[in-house]
């Protein structure tokens, strides 16, 4: 649907934080091929990708994790802590046989994960994914990842503890944090879909975290579910 149509949902919003004016151009081409998706701004570094997120308050913002006066999980942690409304989801890009910083990315409140060469269409995706206000968190990519790096990071304090929980929350926490989407942990519990979506939103209510990213990685860092179990 044309997004000029009357009745027409708004556009989402996007910023693209990247060093390299070349990716910047390339992100942007297949944000627009999308449909539905602008681009309302660009960065070439931490410090800029702040300021036009701020002065923009996209839905999402596309964020390379190596570029030049802030990095992007430094400037992750400031758009999360001013968050307002609406809030900005971090959809991070990365390269993982070399990037060391993704768990740290996650600590920081990124929403998402996505390799450089990543696919045209699964970019789309993603920033309609993140968009929504729902996390990547694929079993794939994402859950290497987590399992990866909550070997060596150090412990972090949890936002709230387990015993707030209900039994049936605990089993939805260790769901999402094996990957399982909505209507796959409906039918793995024999629940309705949306018996399913309010635990998970009591859940991170009750433990007082930012997304499904996060439940993720509480539920790697207090042994709920283990490293490539």
């Known amino acids: 649907m044309n997004p000029d149509t009357p009745g027409a ?22 944000l627009h091929s999308g449909g539905g998706i602008e ?10 990708a702040v300021a036009v997120t701020r002065r923009h308050r996209p839905d999402v913002i596309l ?41 740290d990315a996650l600590r920081a409140g990124a929403s998402g994960f996505l390799l450089k060469d990543v696919p045209a269409e699964d970019l ?27 070997r060596s990071a150090p412990p972090a304090a949890a936002s709230g503890s387990l015993d707030e929980l209900t ?7 260790a769901l999402i944090a094996r990957g399982l989407s909505n209507a796959e942990i409906a039918h793995e519990l024999v629940l309705s879909e949306a018996t399913v979506k309010t ?9 007082n975290l930012r997304d499904r990213v996060q439940a993720v990685v509480l539920a790697y860092e207090i042994g709920l579910v283990t490293p490539g179990a």
């Open 9 to 30: 949902p708004p556009p989402i919003r996007v910023v693209v934080a990247d060093d390299q004016a070349l990716v910047r151009a390339g992100f942007r081409a297949i």
């Open 39 to 48: 681009v309302v701004g660009e960065a070439g570094d931490g410090e800029a």
């Open 63 to 103: 964020m390379d994790i190596e570029m030049p006066l802030l990095d992007g999980i430094a400037a992750t942690r400031r758009i999360v802590e001013d968050a307002g409304e609406p809030q900005t989801g971090v959809l991070m890009l990365t390269t993982f046989d070399r990037d060391q910083y993704v768990y």
């Open 124 to 150: 789309i995706t993603a920033v309609r994914v993140i968009a929504r206000g729902d996390a990547l968190i694929a079993p794939g990519v994402t859950r290497r990842l987590i399992e990866r790096f909550v």
């Open 167 to 173: 039994p049936r929350e605990v089993e939805v926490l």
């Open 199 to 207: 635990h998970v939103k009591r859940i991170l209510r009750k433990l």
